[in-house]
């Protein structure tokens, strides 16, 4: 379908969904929610899409919700609200491929958790970050509270969430909030190539990896329980099959995610 304020382009297996309003920084207004919602669930009926790349047009990734239509809310609307832009966090977490944030500039606010909502984050040199709801009176929202903790740890969580101070790639690598910081005209290929080499992938198997660590924090019973009966299930695939051959002949695997 048409969109107004993504584009999404399909190549070689890799879905790439571009926020789109560069001169409002990205909003997450209430147009560019819902098309989020629906490119993430064509992507996960979508069996020719392995990966997703998520990024933002201009100067930001996104610079969060858009306050201007939040004048008056009352508490039953403005729950309505949040249950509504919540389901793009579950849409994103329960989603059985990789995500691959490309933070190409600002990511404040609920920009910053939908970064925190994907997989991998990948981030520019020039990329910011600010969790900036209590800044506006407001708690964070869209997974914030579980999200960021297990990126940065508690007491990390509590001073970023109270102050609301932006930071830079920089810091963000050193506390773990991303994954990789590279040089601002080197984010595409960087991302690109891990999106290829995780799209050549036994994706069934990062579907189960995913779904897997999504239970985190869980006990160590619950995930080995778990992890028995996943690995039950990954041993009758085609990919490891192949990935057993192709470990005894010596040569790259040819996984289809079959």
């Known amino acids: 379908m048409p969109y107004e304020t993504i584009i999404t382009e399909k190549k070689d297996a890799i879905l790439r969904i571009t926020m789109n309003i560069p001169d409002k920084l990205n909003p997450l207004d209430l147009v560019m929610r819902e098309e989020l919602k629906d490119a993430f669930a064509a992507a996960g009926k979508d069996a020719a899409v392995k990966v997703v790349v998520i990024t933002g047009a201009g100067k930001a990734f996104c610079a969060g919700g858009d306050i201007t239509t939040m004048a008056g809310l009352k508490a039953p609307a403005g729950r309505d609200r949040l249950k509504n832009v919540q389901e793009l966090t579950r849409l994103m977490v329960s989603l059985e491929k990789p995500i691959i ?15 925190l909502a994907s997989d991998i984050i990948i981030a520019s040199e020039n990329a910011k970050f600010r969790e900036s709801f209590a800044l506006i009176g407001l708690i964070p929202d869209m997974g914030g509270f579980y999200f960021l903790p297990l ?54 198997v990062y579907s189960m990896i995913k779904s897997a660590l999504n239970l985190w924090p869980a006990s160590l019973a619950t995930l080995m329980e778990v992890e028995a009966n996943l690995q039950a299930i990954a041993f009758e695939t085609q990919d490891f099959d192949e990935g057993r051959r192709s470990f005894i002949e010596k040569r790259k695997p040819r996984f289809t995610g079959a």
Do not use: C, S, W, Y
């Open 151 to 204: 990126r940065v740890g508690l007491p990390k969580a509590k001073e970023l969430m109270m102050t609301g101070r932006l930071f830079d790639a920089r810091e963000a690598a050193e506390m773990g909030l991303v994954n990789k910081v590279v040089p601002h005209e080197e984010l595409e290929k960087e991302v690109a190539e891990l999106a290829g080499q995780l799209a050549a992938g036994p994706t069934r």
């Open 101 to 115: 944030a490309a933070v190409n500039g600002f990511a404040t606010g609920a920009g910053l958790h939908i970064a």
